[in-house]
């Protein structure tokens, strides 16, 4: 029998196939080992510090120590706005549990609805590691006492102490101090507040606002070690809070004060008892000629600055808003905007002057009325004037006068010329005050008026409207604060000087570490004997028996210039304006008054401007009687 001889085997290494597999393995298993290598090495020395941080963490807490805001003074040296100790509640989210059950049990204890506090809380999740005032200012018994009695109850929920905005006696100066609050989300978007964190504390209007990089200090914190139910065991670290510097105001409290009880007493009321009841608004500013410094800037209505210490609640909010309110939260003085009325008549006159279109003894009839293009104007005066020169126009506000003078204007001058004085003076411009959201004012033009004119007629600057801006009417629309800027001007020569109403800043030991200068825009010359007949004719205002005011300050022993206006805004009531200044050959201050629907200037404003320069001079006059109402 033939066996075939028997096949030799190869060995397995012989197969190049399994070669390959093995080698695949062998090379699977080094890379395993080289990560896992890699991990350990990069857990153990590149993140090393991250993870022992992290464990830190667990067994310490680092609490943000808030740095008291700096003190504003009066130019004396008087406290207007200090701090005071006070306890607020906040949240830490990263410890924070069982919000079902925590958020309406201390909302309750907080006196604020559930709904509110929660929002807040998910706001305060956004750093979950930062704790987030919820409440300022909570009375350390009962509700303070019970959460720290319960304190494991509310995990997460912290009471520190804090620094409270103290502003002194209610509604004092509210309009130019503004207040203070928490953060907004638009807040946090503006470049100034852009690296601070959620919840913090800073100025939200007024000069609390303007200046709040001075009055806003460094936090400071404080580390502690806890135990496992996040309790404080001990005190690792403490880096104390640095207090912001303080700022000193050019406004003299005394003045302010006055101002503010005269605006009410000598304006409003009177207005009421004279039978304009819908007076209920009014500004009243004093101003420095010859440095631009404020002594006294006051708005009616006003409000209490410390109703946002702890955020505004629905029923304060709808409070200020209501109508029967009157807008307590706008400044007028900076934001309302009026037709300045027969005050302009200096501006206009100015113009005139320097132009040579009139000089004193140019004379025009007032027969009480002004028919022009088939329209009849009327003086304040239905009598009319008669025959009056310029000063005399000015003396008595003759409307008549000045719209003559408005056709001379239109017929005489190319360019817009009164509209180019009044810029010249400030007006449809910001003055530059220290205040935020000033109001620019509108001076009507050509331009302006072809942009808005609804028909190719209405496009077209007419004469009738240069007669409409003489007497200062129209769509001419000033603030109360510019109209005090131009006549600082007026009182100093000529220099329009930027308003402004802080001095310095200091640090805690009183050195002066900033000071603060009024600008000069732009000097008109007004020293010129040009003007002679401007200066002449606001003297006789209060100085003649015929002058608008003469009544309003008969017996002041201060010689006093100035003028009345009394605005028409229809439907409304007349509007009510002085402006003056003192002495009248040398000025120290010039005080304007307006009276919202208040009627005559004469008989309202006016004496309200006479009261704030009894205090400044602090002069033994006779005060005010009745006041005949003339323009």
Not at 97 to 106: D, K, M, Y
Not at 293 to 312: C, K, Q, R
Request: a negative charge.
């Amino acid at each position: 029998m033939y066996l075939e001889p028997a096949k030799k085997l190869r060995a397995p290494s012989d197969d190049p196939s399994t070669g390959l597999r093995l080698g695949m393995i062998l090379l699977g298993v080094l890379l395993m080992f080289s990560v896992l290598v890699f991990r350990l090495w990069f857990l153990q020395v590149l993140s090393g510090d991250q993870y022992v941080s992290l464990a830190d963490d667990n067994r310490t807490r680092t609490v943000e120590l808030e740095a008291p805001r700096g003190l504003i003074y009066d130019c004396n040296g008087k406290v207007l706005v200090g701090n005071r100790a006070g306890l607020s509640v906040g949240v830490l989210p990263m410890e924070l549990r069982n919000e079902a059950n925590v958020i309406p049990r201390l909302a309750s204890l907080l006196g604020m609805p559930a709904e509110d506090l929660a929002k807040k809380i998910g706001e305060a999740k956004r750093d979950p590691y930062r704790v987030t005032v919820l409440a300022e200012d909570v009375p350390e018994t009962p509700t303070v006492a019970y959460l720290e009695e319960h304190s494991l109850e509310f995990p997460g929920i912290r009471v520190e102490k804090s620094y409270l905005r103290n502003y002194g006696r209610p509604a004092f100066a509210a309009h130019i101090l503004g207040y203070v609050g928490e953060i907004s989300e638009e807040g946090m978007n503006q470049e100034r507040f852009r690296s601070l964190p959620a919840g913090s504390i800073v100025g939200k209007e007024g000069l609390e606002y303007t200046y709040d990089s001075y009055l806003r200090g460094i936090n400071g914190s404080r580390t502690v070690e806890v135990d496992y139910q996040g309790r404080a065991k001990r005190l690792l670290d403490t880096v104390r809070p640095t207090a912001g510097h303080n700022v000193v105001l050019t406004i003299d409290s005394t003045i302010q004060e006055v101002a503010e009880r005269a605006i009410k007493e000598e304006g409003i009321d009177r207005a009421h008892a004279a039978g304009f009841k819908e007076a209920a608004g009014g500004a009243v500013i004093a101003l420095d000629p010859r440095s631009g410094e404020i002594l006294a800037l006051t708005s009616y209505p006003d409000y209490d600055p410390t109703i946002f210490v702890n955020g505004l609640s629905a029923k304060e909010n709808t409070a200020l808003s209501a109508e029967d309110a009157h807008q307590p939260l706008t400044n007028r003085a900076t934001m309302g905007l009026y037709p300045p009325a027969s005050t302009f008549k200096a501006f206009i006159t100015t113009a005139a002057l320097q132009l040579g279109l009139v000089d004193r003894d140019t004379v025009f009839n007032c027969p009480g009325t002004f028919s022009f293009s088939g329209q009849v104007l009327r003086c304040w005066n239905p009598d009319g004037h008669g025959d009056v020169n310029l000063v005399e126009a000015i003396m008595e506000s003759c409307d008549i006068y000045f719209y003559n003078l408005g056709l001379l204007f239109n017929e005489q001058t190319t360019g817009m010329q009164i509209q180019a004085t009044a810029r010249r003076f400030g007006f449809g411009q910001a003055t530059g005050i220290d205040l935020p959201g000033e109001s620019l004012g509108l001076v009507p033009d050509d331009v302006w008026k072809a942009a808005r004119g609804a028909t190719e007629e209405d496009k077209l600057w007419m004469p009738g409207d240069d007669v409409n801006l003489s007497i200062g009417q129209g769509n001419l629309l000033v603030t109360p604060l510019q109209l005090a800027v131009a006549y600082s001007a007026i009182a100093n020569g000529g220099k329009v000087m930027t308003p402004r109403l802080a001095k310095s800043v200091t640090d805690g030991e009183g050195t002066v570490i900033h000071e603060f200068t009024s600008e000069v825009v732009r000097d008109l010359e007004l020293d010129d004997p040009t003007y002679d007949p401007l200066y002449e004719g606001l003297r006789l205002v209060t100085g003649e028996t015929l002058g608008t005011a003469y009544s309003a300050f008969a017996g002041f022993p201060i010689q006093v210039a100035g003028k009345t206006g009394t605005a028409e805004k229809l439907p409304e009531a007349d509007y009510a304006w002085f402006v003056g200044y003192a002495p009248a050959d040398a000025p120290e201050i010039v005080v304007v008054a307006l009276v919202e629907q208040g009627g005559h200037g004469s008989s309202v404003a006016a004496p309200v401007v006479r009261r704030v320069m009894e205090v400044y001079f602090q002069t033994e006059s006779t005060g005010v009687g009745a006041i005949e109402a003339t323009d």
